[in-house]
């Protein structure tokens, strides 16, 4: 047990030398995303997607509502069979509409996470220069922390800036 307690505090001492030669910023990634030019181009082209696909979709709604609408008035004038073919393709049509919506959620994450991660690399190798610039060894993003203090820099605007000016 004494010898153990010996090789922490042994350890301890040669730790802190260590840790006085670290110096340590602070990064929020995602806020840099959201504030420089390229994550802003990038939001627009997301919700132009998103536009272009909500007015195609509302008219496939549409014409289902309509569908809908037509086969419960007309159920009390059709045959069985007349019925039964109405209903079978008002059905296909949801699941098409189901599967189209699908498709487009599936579409507008691949494109959003195409952009992201493009974006990211770039903002990534901008905070190495500054780092290496700055002399930092050691850079957290912000969700990391539990507590920070002020004297740990945020590198957060330095890097959009950097961005931003390329």
Same mark, same amino acid.
């Given at each position: 047990?004494?010898?153990?307690l010996?090789?922490?505090i042994?350890l ?5 030398p260590?840790? *006085?030669e $670290?110096?340590?910023a ?5 806020? =840099?995303l959201?504030?420089c !030019?390229?994550? #802003?181009?990038a &939001?627009k ?6 536009q272009?696909y ?6 496939k709604q549409? *014409?289902? $509502?309509?569908?809908?609408k037509?086969l419960?008035?007309e =159920?009390a004038v059709?045959? !069985?069979?007349? #019925?039964?073919? &109405?209903?079978?393709?008002y059905?296909?049509k949801?699941?098409e ?6 498709k487009?959620?599936?579409e507008l994450?691949?494109?959003?996470k195409?952009?992201?991660?493009k974006?990211?690399?770039e ?16 850079v957290l ?6 507590y ?7 590198l957060?605007?330095?890097?959009v ?6």
């Open positions: 047990m004494k010898r153990l010996i090789a922490i042994a301890s001492l040669f730790a802190v260590a840790l *006085a $670290t110096k340590i602070r990064v929020d990634m995602q806020k =840099a959201n504030a !030019d390229a994550g #802003k181009d &939001k082209q997301i919700d132009a997607l998103v272009k909500e007015g195609d979709f509302k008219l549409d *014409a289902i $509502t309509a569908m809908q037509d419960e008035k =159920a059709l045959s !069985d069979s007349a #019925k039964q073919e &109405k209903a079978k393709e059905q296909q949801v699941i509409i189901t599967q189209l919506r699908k487009i959620q599936d994450k691949a494109k959003d195409e952009l992201t991660n974006i990211l690399e903002l990534y190798a901008e905070l190495e220069v500054i780092s290496k610039k700055k002399g930092y060894n050691l993003n912000e969700g990391v922390f539990m920070a203090d002020g004297s740990i820099e945020d957060t605007q330095a890097v800036d950097a961005h931003n000016a390329k």
